[in-house]
């Protein structure tokens, strides 16, 4: 009997340890976390807040910052220099070509576009554009760069080693937004007026067809290789991220994301989708599964005001920017809410990275 008893206590005690090593890892577990999250934040000097496009040159290890009348501003991504392109005010951002070692500047309201060395940020020298520029997008298969004109709703073709403007392509779109390109000679630009995705062919210098997008304010694109899908960033009533079959035009999947999108990115090693949602102070990420199938990993907190982004394909290190501000409330019987008033000397560079969060 006493043998007996002794035995079931035995095993009972066996059995609650384990039961307390079970829970033990299931607490673990719970409390740690792997994602990305702001690991660095860096203040940017200048009293003009304002900005637009942030882009990456992966070899030189350099995050451009179109900064608008303050120009290109340049953060060295692995030691945090902070450095400019000269002669670049009115920049809406710069688009690095490693191929050529060379850089463009769109200068907005200068009607033109600077060309500078990426190893030295020397400008090499500008070419005269007929409309007010939006962007400046290259296109490594017809060698060819291109402005948006904005509401103008065209763009215009530039030669980036003979520095020459070329032909302008009607868009028939008052508002295009910002493009991307497949490496084909082809180039997709979200139609924000329309709801459409244009299709440019860059080797006839026509727009070849335009593609319904499931969503309103189409504003941002990113074409991914692999998989031959275009990931569309959408403001509208109610924000979306939509991928879209780069061959037929059909969308394949679409999620929420928050509200006031600006840019959506790719981290090609672990196949995660973002976009960095200016309004809501987050970056929603979706995981790609397959070409055809995607599922929200995780959203992010950044800051309010953080639109626009980019991500290091060396790192996957993500950066996005922002300013302080203050946003008015709408005076009785406006029409709409005043501009938000971004306070001096706050312009933010904020790094994510991924890794444990407990």
Sequence with gaps: ME????????LLAGTLLA???IIGLAQAAETTYVGYHVTKVQVLPGKNPGWDHVTIDPVNRHVFIGR???GVAVVNIDTGEISEVKDTKGTNGAWPIPELGIGLSDNGKENDVTVFDLKTLAVKGKIKVPKETDGVWYDPATKQAFVS????GSITLVDPVAMKAGDTIDLNSKKPEFASVDGK???FIPFQDKN???VVDLKTKKVATTWPVDCIQPTSTLYEAGTDRIFVACR???????VVDATTGKGVYSFPIGSNVDAVTFNPVEKLIMTSNGDAGTISVFKQDSKDAYHLVEEVATRLGARTMVVDPKTQKAFTVTADFVWPAQPAGAARRPPKKYISDTFTLLTLERGTIE
Aim: no cysteine; hydrophobic share 40%.
């Design 19 to 21: 039961g307390t090593a």
């Design 68 to 70: 608008r009348a303050l």
């Design 196 to 198: 459409q995705l244009g």
């Design 185 to 187: 000679g082809r180039a």
């Design 149 to 152: 004109n904005g509401d103008e």
């Design 3 to 10: 043998i007996g008893t002794s035995h079931r206590l035995m």
């Design 236 to 242: 509208g009533a109610k924000p979306l991220l939509v």
